[in-house]
């Protein structure tokens, strides 16, 4: 377990890029392998996953069946062919807690950044777990120090650990998964603009402004609420935190946003769901897929779109 926790600082930094990812969620497990050569997907797999498998959260054990999840994700490696064991990996976001803190400035030394970066995890988490381990990224800013930070527990890492060292598999990146869809975003052409991440169990959402990210925020679905809600209630749903969000950005930041950027990671055909979403919403929105030029069909560009922000 030292070895593990000596090592969490450096799974949520992007400087070592495996070739292959896997991402699991409550719903589904995806993954894909990159040639190292060209730098293009080469195989891929998204496989559906039975209910109750995974439980996504911050706090309980997150895998109630490892062994079905152990044979699922094997099933997946078969389509991969991997050319070595090392792998990055995205977990349910509602396994972690993800927050971007701003700063006039922040000292030199490593210790005392961690020291202040800490004191402002524990107001957003008074109760922070004893085994909670934090890692953080400087974010590019103009204006302030930007630190995107994100809060796991030892214990809930640790399963996701002792899964892929079953399987003989070295997780050397671990990410959060919309902000490696915001990797995917040209900042330039998108300065100001929100990014929605609707996932079975959970909404997600990034605001970018100035090209930099300013806000996170994690909404948890009620369990069903995308499955027995009509599809006009799911889509109000969605649209009321979004302009919540917007609208919170607007007050914090003193900015506005000006389009949207919307990735469905469901299972199922929604292409009603989009259309609604885009009718509501009150900012011109488009898929994130829009800018991927791989020639992924439409469906496994948004189920992947997380992976190929992670290592492409």
């Not at 890029?17 to 195989?43: C, D, F, M, W």
């Not at 009321?240 to 919170?248: G, L, Q, R, S």
């Not at 989009?274 to 069909?297: H, R, V």
Request: contains cysteine; hydrophobic residues 40%.
């Amino acid at each position: 377990m030292a070895l593990f926790t000596d090592r969490i600082k450096s799974y949520f930094i992007r400087q070592f890029l495996p070739r292959s990812a896997i991402q699991l969620t409550s719903s589904y497990l995806s993954g894909i392998h990159v040639s190292s050569k060209e730098g293009k997907i080469k195989n891929h797999f998204i496989l559906p996953l039975e209910k109750g498998v995974i439980q996504p959260s911050f706090s309980n054990k997150n895998i109630k069946n490892p062994a079905l999840l152990e044979k699922k994700i094997k099933q997946g490696l078969e389509k991969l062919h991997l050319s070595d064991n090392k792998i990055a990996c995205l977990i349910p976001e509602l396994s972690l807690k993800a927050f971007v803190f701003s700063f006039d400035s922040l000292p030199s030394s490593r210790e005392q950044r961690e020291r202040i970066i800490r004191f402002r995890v524990k107001k957003q988490i008074p109760l922070l777990p004893d085994d909670a381990r934090f890692s953080f990224d400087r974010l590019r800013s103009n204006s302030s120090a930007k630190i995107f930070v994100t809060v796991a527990r030892a214990s809930i890492i640790q399963e996701y650990e002792d899964l892929f060292s079953k399987l003989h598999l070295k997780v050397r990146a671990l990410g959060v998964p919309t902000l490696s869809l915001y990797y995917l975003l040209n900042k330039e052409e998108e300065r100001d603009l929100l990014l929605i991440n609707i996932e079975e169990d959970s909404l997600s959402l990034i605001a970018g402004l100035n090209s930099e990210v300013a806000v996170y925020r994690l909404k948890l679905f009620i369990p069903g609420s995308l499955t027995n809600f009509s599809g006009l209630q799911r889509v109000e749903n969605i649209v009321k935190e979004v302009e919540n969000t917007v609208n919170f950005v607007e007050d914090k930041e003193k900015k506005k946003v000006n389009s949207f950027r919307v990735r469905l990671g469901l299972l199922e055909p929604e292409e009603e769901m989009f259309s609604q979403l885009k009718e509501k919403l009150s900012l011109p929105a488009k898929g994130i897929e829009a800018g991927l030029t791989s020639k992924l069909g439409l469906r496994e560009k948004m189920i992947l779109s997380p992976l190929i922000g992670q290592i492409l």
